[in-house]
C-alpha cells in the first residue's frame, strides 16, 4: 500500500493532465495513474476554443501547443451541395487574445505529459494502473488497482481522489451503478485524417450537409506535414442510423457504411470524397453522452471531464470542458485545502455549467445553423441564402452556444 496526503489523480488523458500541471503550478503534491502501460498518442483531431485555450497560456503550454496545431481562422458552414451557408472569424481572428487550436488529440497530450514530466519529473506518472474502485476512509481516500493483464497491485491512499478516467469510467460505475448504458443520439461517426493541400483559408473548420442526409466535419490540425507543404486533415462523416456502431474509440469503420451518402462531394474548394477516400484507416464510433448526474462529489471522491460529463461531440467542447474543470477544481483546492468541501463547490459550480452544455449540444449545437437550412430550404440548393435565413439569426444560433458554453465575447 502507498500512503500519501496528496492527490490522487485516476487517469492521464487531457483533463487529468492538464489538473496535474496546475496542482504543480500550485503547489499540491499529486501523482497521476493511469491504466495504460505505455501512454501513447491516440485519438484524431480535435478543437480547443478560446476559453479552454486561455486556461493553457495560464499553465504556460499554449506556445508550444501553437507550435504543434493549426491557428483556426474562421469557421465555415456549408449545405451538401457545397454552397456557403455562414462563415464567422474564430479565435484570435475574432478578438480573442489567445487563439483557438485545431489540433491532434494526440499531440495536446503528448504536449501536456512532456511538460508535466519536465516540471515535475516522470515518477508523478505511474503506468499500468486500471482503477478498480475508490473507499472513502475518514480523512483519506484508497484507490484499488489491477495490473493490464489483471494482476493485483497495490493500493494507494491519499487525502482526495479525482476520477479522470473517460467514458468508460469505472469510478463513474461505482458511484452510479444503475445508471444505464450511454444515451445514443441516432447518429453514427466515421473519423480519418488524411494529408491534404490547404484548402479555403488553410486554417478553417468547416461544418457541411446534414445528419439525416449526410453531415461532414472538415479541418486541418497539422501543418507543412511534408516536402509539398500539405497539412494532415482531420475529417468526421456523420449519418443517422437506427442502430449504434460499437462503443470503441479504436473500432475500425467500414467505408460502404456511410461513403455513398458523400460519393459526389466534388466541390470548387475541396474534393470531399477524394479526401474520404485516401484516408488510410477509417474509425467508427456513436455519438453517444449520458445524462446529467445528480452530483460528481462524494465525499473525497469526484469526477472530472468525460467521466463527469460525456457529451455529444457537436460543440468543440469536450476537452475545452475538462481543461475548465481542471482549473476550477485546482482553484478550489488552493483556497479550500484538500477537502471535501472543495470537491463540494466544484461539483456546486462545474456540474451545473457543464449539464447546459451537455443538454445544448442535444438540441442547438453550432450545426443548428446546418439543420436549419437544410429544413428552410427542403434539402436543395438557393440561389442567395439572404432568401433561406438571415444572416443575423443565423449569427444568433452561434452567439447562444457561447454563451452557454461558456465562450465570452473578446474584450473591447
Known amino acids: 500500500m502507498t500512503v500519501q496526503r496528496n492527490v490522487l489523480i485516476i487517469g492521464a488523458g487531457i483533463g487529468g493532465l492538464t489538473l496535474a500541471l496546475a496542482l504543480q503550478r500550485a503547489g499540491i503534491g499529486f501523482r497521476v495513474y493511469e491504466a495504460t502501460a505505455e501512454i501513447r498518442p491516440l485519438g484524431v483531431g480535435i478543437n480547443v476554443l478560446p476559453h479552454a485555450a486561455r486556461e493553457l497560456a495560464l499553465l504556460g503550454v499554449l506556445d508550444e501547443l501553437e507550435s504543434v496545431s493549426v491557428i483556426t481562422r474562421e469557421s465555415a458552414f456549408f449545405n451538401r451541395f457545397g454552397q456557403l451557408v455562414y462563415v464567422e472569424p474564430a479565435g484570435r481572428y475574432a478578438g480573442y487574445e489567445v487563439p483557438q487550436l485545431s489540433i491532434h488529440r494526440g499531440d495536446l497530450q503528448s504536449v501536456l505529459l512532456a511538460e508535466l ?35 493485483s497491485l497495490p493500493d494507494a491512499v491519499g487525502a482526495i481522489a479525482i476520477a479522470c478516467d473517460g467514458i468508460h469510467s469505472a469510478v463513474r460505475k461505482q458511484l452510479y451503478p444503475n445508471e444505464g448504458p450511454p444515451r445514443y443520439s441516432g447518429v453514427n461517426m466515421w473519423r480519418g485524417v488524411a494529408p491534404h493541400a490547404p484548402f479555403l483559408s488553410g486554417a478553417t473548420m468547416v461544418r457541411a450537409g446534414w445528419l439525416s442526409v449526410g453531415k461532414m466535419v472538415i479541418y486541418p490540425i497539422r501543418n507543412q506535414i511534408d ?29 460502404d457504411d456511410f461513403f455513398p451518402r458523400f460519393a459526389d462531394w466534388h466541390f470548387d474548394w475541396l474534393d470531399v470524397a477524394a479526401l474520404i477516400r485516401s484516408t488510410e484507416s477509417v474509425l467508427a464510433y ?31 467542447n469536450g476537452a475545452g470542458q475538462a481543461i475548465l474543470d ?25 456540474n451545473a455549467a457543464t449539464a447546459k452544455v451537455v443538454l ?53
Open 227 to 255: 516536402a509539398q507543404g500539405r497539412q494532415l486533415v482531420n475529417w468526421v462523416a456523420e449519418l443517422e442510423a437506427p442502430e449504434p456502431v460499437r462503443r470503441d474509440w479504436t473500432a475500425k469503420g467500414n467505408l
Open 326 to 350: 481542471a482549473r476550477f477544481l485546482a482553484d478550489r483546492l488552493v483556497a479550500d485545502g484538500l477537502t471535501p468541501a472543495a470537491l463540494a463547490e466544484y461539483d456546486a459550480v462545474r
Open 360 to 412: 445544448m449540444n442535444r438540441s442547438n449545437p453550432p450545426d443548428t445553423i446546418l439543420r436549419e437550412v437544410h429544413l428552410r430550404s427542403n434539402d436543395r440548393p438557393f440561389e442567395r441564402i439572404e432568401d433561406v435565413i438571415s444572416r443575423e439569426e443565423l449569427a444568433q444560433i452561434s452567439e447562444n452556444y457561447k454563451a452557454v458554453a461558456g465562450v465570452k465575447p473578446p474584450a473591447g
Open 286 to 316: 456513436p455519438m453517444v453522452d449520458q445524462d446529467p448526474l445528480p452530483r460528481w462529489s462524494f465525499g473525497r471522491v469526484t469526477l472530472l471531464g468525460d467521466a463527469a460529463h460525456p457529451m455529444y461531440p457537436r460543440g468543440s
Open 117 to 151: 514530466r519536465r516540471r515535475a519529473g516522470d515518477d508523478v506518472i505511474v503506468t499500468g494502473h486500471v482503477c478498480t474502485a475508490v473507499d472513502g476512509e475518514g480523512d483519506s481516500v484508497r484507490v484499488r488497482f489491477r495490473g493490464p493483464n489483471g494482476e
